[in-house]
């Protein structure tokens, strides 16, 4: 089996900052994309960031110049470092990733269990 563990949410006032990290553990050979995703309370989950195994990353407009994700594939594990934050950002962050469990080319999406945000003063 397969886990994703986040950790690094909690409360944080307007202009603070907060990093996030997530941990895949179990049966893997390899992981590709990792990102960051959000879901507010009525809204649908979006995509926050994401990072391709090489390290190419993707920001969704709204946190560009704001959030900066990395990752350590050594020990499985991508970050989202988190600035300038605003109420707006409010959310359950969820890790997701593409991972390969086996030598064979078949990829499987995974999704962490979510982290609390909550930027308010």
Same mark, same amino acid.
């Given at each position: =089996?397969?886990?994703?563990?986040?950790?690094?949410?909690?409360?944080?006032?307007?202009?603070?900052?907060?990093?996030?990290?997530?941990?895949?553990?179990?049966?893997?050979?390899?992981?590709?994309?990792?990102?960051?995703?959000?879901?507010?309370?009525?809204? =649908?989950?979006?995509?926050?960031?994401?990072?391709?195994?090489?390290?190419?990353?993707?920001?969704?407009?709204?946190?560009?110049?704001?959030?900066?994700?990395?990752?350590?594939?050594?020990?499985?594990?991508?970050?989202? =470092?988190?600035?300038?934050?605003?109420?707006?950002?409010?959310?359950?962050?969820?890790?997701?990733?593409?991972?390969?469990?086996?030598?064979?080319?078949?990829?499987?999406?995974?999704?962490?269990?979510?982290? =609390?945000?909550?930027?308010?003063?």
């Amino acid at each position: =089996q397969v886990q994703l563990v986040e950790s690094g949410g909690g409360l944080v006032q307007p202009g603070g900052s907060l990093r996030l990290s997530c941990v895949a553990s179990g049966s893997i050979f390899s992981i590709n994309d990792m990102g960051w995703y959000r879901q507010a309370p009525g809204k =649908q989950r979006e995509k926050v960031a994401t990072i391709m195994r090489g390290g190419t990353p993707s920001y969704a407009d709204s946190v560009k110049g704001r959030f900066a994700i990395s990752r350590d594939n050594a020990k499985n594990t991508v970050y989202l =470092q988190m600035n300038s934050l605003k109420p707006e950002d409010t959310a359950v962050y969820y890790c997701n990733a593409d991972i390969r469990k086996t030598v064979l080319p078949a990829v499987h999406n995974y999704w962490g269990q979510g982290t =609390q945000v909550t930027v308010s003063s």
